[in-house]
């Protein structure tokens, strides 16, 4: 009795066979073309950033002479206009993502515990729309909305008022509406998480239901809060097109870099440091308090 003979395994290729073998190095060469993008391109240029903001622009060719100066950074702490751009958008940016919070908890409120189940993807959807649109677009679509002859003041001149016109006002809701999203979506996915027995047993342990939203959802809700911030935050410091389109006279750190590239580029790039410095202390300051680790 003869007994049918398996057929041969075919032979792996050298390389197949070492990267089977090394799960470490067939890793290495999963990440190294995104590791070389981000040293090559993105560090590289935040590196020379930081590097020219120390160099000089000759007075008489107006050409920058690389070497080693602390000029810049006394002109921009020095300069009152500097300093009180710089505070501007600091405060514009924390207002912005005052208002995406406020407004971002009641609609997640509502889209994880009171819409019904099947309206719940297409009011996502809706609330995630405007990432679909072109950035110029959105913003001009505000500049349209706010101007003299556009809806607000229409719908407002029949009570006897005016809209904001283009002004800080106007950057500020124009910010809002671009970013909201990052807020909010964050917010509806934490709550959504959240048990629905939840209000239950709290009730059952004598907790008003302010006090289970104050004590127990709020805790629950901060990481994702965080987490939307720093979107929120950091893409309002950086912005500075809103204000151009939208602001009027008012002026942004953004706009203040984006005017001194061609005349001054070494007191662009030291401009550049102070909203790179503001996150970077945003963001540690949100990694101590711990939350992130929860999300």
């Known amino acids: 009795m003869t007994t049918a003979a398996h057929p041969p395994r075919p032979s792996r290729a050298p390389l197949s066979s070492l990267l089977y073998r090394r799960p470490g190095l067939r890793l290495a060469g999963l990440l190294t073309a995104?590791?070389?993008w981000l040293v090559?391109?993105?560090?590289?240029?935040?590196?020379m950033l930081l590097a020219t903001a120390f160099w000089t622009t000759n007075s008489f060719t107006s050409k920058v002479e690389p070497g080693f100066t602390l000029d810049n950074f006394a002109t921009v702490v020095s300069s009152p206009a500097y300093?009180?751009?710089a505070?501007?958008?600091?405060v514009i940016a924390a207002v912005v993502t005052l208002l995406c919070t406020a407004?971002?908890?009641?609609?997640?409120?509502?889209?994880?515990?009171?819409?019904?189940?099947?309206?719940?993807?297409?009011?996502?959807?809706?609330?995630?729309?405007?990432?679909?649109?072109?950035?110029?677009v959105k913003v001009f679509a505000?500049?349209?909305?706010?101007g003299e002859s556009g809806p607000v003041n229409w719908l407002l001149a029949p009570l006897g008022l005016h809209g904001p016109g283009y002004s800080e006002a106007t950057v500020v809701i124009t910010l809002a509406y671009l970013w909201f999203p990052y807020?909010?979506?964050?917010?509806?996915?934490?709550?959504?998480?959240?048990?629905?027995?939840?209000?239950d047993a709290a009730a059952d342990m004598g907790a008003r239901t302010w006090t289970t939203v104050r004590t127990v959802v709020l805790p629950l809700l901060v990481p994702s809060i965080l987490a939307g911030s720093v979107f929120t935050f950091s893409l309002s410091l950086g912005d500075y097109i809103s204000a151009q389109f939208v602001g009027g006279k008012t002026q942004l750190i953004g706009s203040v870099i984006a005017a001194n590239i061609n005349l001054n580029p070494p007191l662009a790039a030291t401009l550049s440091v102070v909203p790179i410095a503001v996150v970077?202390?945003?963001?540690?300051?949100?990694?101590?308090?711990?939350?992130l680790k929860n999300l």
């Open 34 to 36: 995104p590791l070389l």
């Open 40 to 47: 090559v391109i993105y560090i590289f240029a935040l590196v």
């Open 83 to 85: 300093t009180a751009t």
């Open 87 to 90: 505070l501007r958008t600091v």
């Open 103 to 136: 407004f971002a908890l009641p609609l997640a409120v509502f889209l994880a515990k009171v819409a019904p189940p099947a309206w719940r993807p297409v009011l996502v959807m809706a609330i995630t729309l405007p990432l679909w649109g072109g950035y110029l």
């Open 142 to 146: 505000m500049r349209v909305s706010f």
């Open 183 to 199: 807020m909010a979506v964050p917010v509806y996915t934490a709550l959504e998480q959240i048990p629905e027995n939840l209000f």
């Open 280 to 291: 970077i202390l945003y963001l540690v300051a949100v990694r101590r308090t711990g939350a």
